[in-house]
């Protein structure tokens, strides 16, 4: 079975990267506190495709729809 990397449409990257950085400064912060890889929280801030549960996990804290976030797949 294969994994599936969504990636996070670019509209939205900037918007989810303030919410993060208002309620938890730095990147660092956000992911220990969330219990969440911290190089799939930075890729996924920098727009590249992260693994789906990683995926799900920051939008989750982050209160937003992660199929609303992420870019079709065409």
């Keep these: 079975m294969s ?7 670019v509209d939205w990257i ?3 990267r303030h919410r ?4 938890y400064e730095t ?5 220990d506190s969330n219990k969440l890889n ?4 930075f ?4 727009g590249n495709p992260v693994v789906e549960e990683s995926f799900k ?8 729809d992660w199929e609303k976030v992420q870019l079709p797949h065409i």
């Design 3 to 9: 994994a599936n990397y969504p990636e996070l449409h």
């Design 14 to 16: 900037v918007d989810l």
């Design 20 to 23: 993060m950085k208002l309620n």
């Design 27 to 31: 990147l660092e912060n956000f992911a």
């Design 38 to 41: 911290y190089l799939d929280c």
């Design 43 to 46: 890729w996924f801030f920098k």
């Design 57 to 64: 996990g920051i939008c989750n804290v982050l209160d937003c």
